[in-house]
């Protein structure tokens, strides 16, 4: 059964055609046939999570926004610290993926999580500010992905943290901190991943850098289902607000 799970995944990746006049309704048509199969599938492809979510801090009575965050798995990796926290927003544009996770936060009792429909450009929580702001392989799906980094700055309380774990591609010639990748890996990753609307950058590392003190880096590789030979390249970063 998973095996036929993993190729309606893949079918909606590589071959059903993404329609819609926005940026919300190509979400929904995207993600709207995979949603019930969608969690399964992203563990093993979206690598980073579930340590970057246990690293970042839980502050009490705290509000935590996740951006872009689908079907609520990332807030599973947070699941012993939920109830310490006054409110976690999980914003999204697919109202078929927020409706799983709904579901999950009803069903693990996390009365303080919700599920909310809502653009990562602009979105503000009720209470006002945020302590900490996630983004989980969603800023590769943002067309405005500046702005979005720019309102998770806005909004975060000041020494507020931000989250970020993402597929990128290397600048040609990097920063000091940062990997030096090859031609093939500059150029493969980004017209591999356009099919699916997910641009990765060489620039989201360096923005962020430019917006947030810089607390945590690191860079990676993981290999992509049922594609042995290719590792995705993959960063981790955290950053706090001055």
Known sequence: MAFFADMKVLYHMLIKPVRGDDHAQRMESFYGGQAGAYDDFRK???KGRESLYETLPK????VWVDM?????SNIENIAAD?????KVYVVDL???LLGVASKRFADNGWDNAEATVGDA???QPAEG??????FSYSLTMIPDWFAAIENAKRILKPRGHIGVVDFYVGRKYPHDDMKKQGWLSRTLWQPWFATDNVFPSPDHVPF???HFDQVHLDEQRNRMPYVPLLKTPYYQFIGKKA
């Open 208 to 210: 962020l850098k430019h």
């Open 94 to 96: 697919s109202e078929s």
């Open 68 to 72: 872009g965050g689908g079907t609520g």
């Open 44 to 46: 093993r492809l979206l």
């Open 121 to 123: 450009t602009t979105f």
């Open 129 to 134: 500010l945020a302590d900490v702001v996630t």
């Open 59 to 62: 502050p009490e009575n705290g």
């Open 82 to 86: 939920i109830s310490k926290l006054k």
